[in-house]
């Protein structure tokens, strides 16, 4: 718990909020309406500050001014080397501001200070360099076609790109978005989560101060059905990237109709780890407390249904609980907590209510299962056992620190019922035998497979989801693809 006597032994400073208004056409503004919402500590149940309040107003301004952006001014007329720069200059900022955006990181979502140091703050920086290195390798083809002429491709920005983020990784889900969009030359409005928006605006003053010209990138906090909904309808923005709730990808796919918009979705899942009798029964067990566990269980690619083979059940039961229990929860500034609180109220409540069902449709807790602390929104670290794939602890998404187990016997049997689910984000396998682990990396219908291993992330592979898990890919080249139109170019050459 969060206790005068921990603050005394916080390692790390809890950082000044800079920077709570919106970023349009290069200039830090209040909201049309002069509106302003709260965001707040997880952990103390508190209040850091109050945030502008964009709404449907300020996206017609962000709008029109990335799309002034996108078509005039120094931004097209910049070569592609220079835009790699510029993110380059920009990472190289976030490298020097590592600290303090780390404690922002923690402080608005109350994710553990260790986390934010040691991978988002590290993956962010390498995904801008990553993208920074492929702004000047956009290269088309030149194609031999029929009759005397001459064929190229060009790949184009593809426009003005809407991008809507989620709270669980606040300021690495900017990174995946503004590095393809920036790299290819597109300009950018985005609205990160209600819940999480102050990285996200000291990312903004640090683009500014890395050169990048007004109106390309613009930042519109505020609500989904105000803020978010009018970015997805507005004719003037070219594509949508969402991550989040697949629920909201139906509102806005719906939405975007009218205007054909290029969406692609990143969603949730509900990700199988299948650990075979076979396996390094120590390693499997810490990636599957990792898996599961990390950022409190708010990870779309969560190892949420773990498939452990009957004939090691009992041991890898036994290991994964005495591991779960030791799980350091408490002050997330402090460098030896694990597990930090849940992002707010409705993530908290709707955690414990998948509890309470999974208790009531008859699987075993072995551990957790409650709140943890009177104070912030913890929750202990909770195993259940004897999970049958009907429950809907093994269907729907809980995004929160809930693990799974569900014994099974044939290796066909697994993946048929790894496979009995809507989503496919991603999956892992534990075992010795590389025939097998293969085999079942290449059955299972997921955008990402880990074999012996989970959650290892790269800015150069793709990650996305088959099925209800998303549309499109992230990372990668493939991630750069996204934001680019092809053009076909034919010369008759007599
Ligand atoms: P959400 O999908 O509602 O929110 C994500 C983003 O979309 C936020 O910026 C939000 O303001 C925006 N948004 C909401 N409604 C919108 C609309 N009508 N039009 C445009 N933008 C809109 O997710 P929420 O409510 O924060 O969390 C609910 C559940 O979604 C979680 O419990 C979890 O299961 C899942 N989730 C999955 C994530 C992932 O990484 N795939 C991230 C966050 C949540
Ligand atoms: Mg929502």
Redesign the pocket.
């Known amino acids: 718990m969060v206790t005068a006597s921990a603050k005394a032994h916080r390692s790390a400073p809890v950082p000044k909020v800079r920077q709570t208004q919106l970023l349009i056409d290069g200039k830090w503004v209040d909201a049309k309406s002069g509106k302003t919402f709260a965001t707040y500590n997880p952990a103390t149940e508190t209040k850091i500050a109050d945030v502008a309040e964009g709404d449907a107003a300020d996206i017609e301004r962000a709008v029109k001014a990335a799309r002034k952006a996108f078509e005039s001014g120094d931004w097209p007329k910049l070569d592609a080397r220079d835009r790699g720069r510029l993110l380059h200059r920009l990472a190289d900022l976030v490298e020097q501001n590592l600290e303090e955006l780390a404690g922002l990181e923690t402080l608005d979502n109350g994710k553990p200070i260790r986390d934010a140091r040691a991978a988002d703050l590290p993956l962010v920086i390498d995904c801008l360099r990553y993208y920074a290195g492929w702004a000047d390798k956009l290269h088309g083809d030149t194609i031999p076609i029929r009759g005397n002429h001459f064929c190229y491709t060009r790949r184009e920005p593809v426009g003005v790109a809407g991008q ?6 606040p300021l690495l ?1 900017a990174a995946w978005k503004w590095g393809p969009a920036l790299a290819a030359g597109c300009t950018v409005v985005m ?5 999480t928006p102050l990285t996200c605006l000291r990312l903004g003053e640090l683009a500014i101060e890395a050169g990048f010209p007004k109106g390309v990138i613009n930042l519109v906090p ?4 105000t ?3 009018a ?2 309808r507005h004719p003037d923005v070219d594509k949508i990237a ?4 697949y ?3 139906q ?2 796919m719906t ?1 975007a109709a009218p205007t054909l918009k290029r969406l692609t979705f ?4 509900k990700s199988p780890n299948i650990i075979f009798a076979d396996c390094d029964l120590d390693a499997a067990v810490a990636g599957t407390e990792f898996g599961l566990f990390f950022n409190q269980g ?3 690619c969560a190892g949420s249904r773990v498939f452990v083979e009957e004939k090691i059940h009992e041991a890898f039961v036994e290991k994964l609980v005495k591991r779960a229990r030791a799980r350091r929860l408490g002050d997330p500034f402090d460098s030896n907590t694990t597990q930090g609180p849940q992002v707010d109220q ?2 908290f409540d ?1 955690i414990l209510s998948y509890i309470d069902k999974g208790v009531g449709e008859g699987a075993q807790c072995l551990t957790g299962g409650k709140r943890w602390g009177k104070r912030g929104f913890f929750i202990e670290p909770t195993v259940f056992d004897g999970v049958t794939d009907s429950m809907s602890i093994a269907q729907e ?3 929160g620190p809930v693990l799974s187990i569900l014994p099974f016997r044939k290796t066909e049997e697994v993946i048929e019922r790894a496979n009995r689910t809507t989503y496919g ?1 991603a999956a892992a396998v534990w075992t010795r035998d590389v025939a097998k682990a293969h085999q079942v990396a290449h059955s299972v219908r997921a955008g990402t497979v880990w074999i012996n291993c989970y959650d290892v992330f790269d800015a150069a592979a793709p990650f996305g989801g088959f099925k209800m898990s998303g549309i499109g890919r992230e990372l990668g080249e493939a991630g750069l693809a996204n934001y680019t139109e092809l053009k076909t170019v034919t010369m008759k050459l007599s």
């Open positions: 809507i983020i989620p709270w669980n990784f889900m609205k990160p989560a209600e819940q505020g609500y989904g059905p803020a978010g909904a970015l997805v969402f991550t989040g709730e629920r909201t990808a509102i806005i939405e990143e969603l949730g899942g708010q990870c779309c409705a993530q709707k998404e809980i995004f984000l």
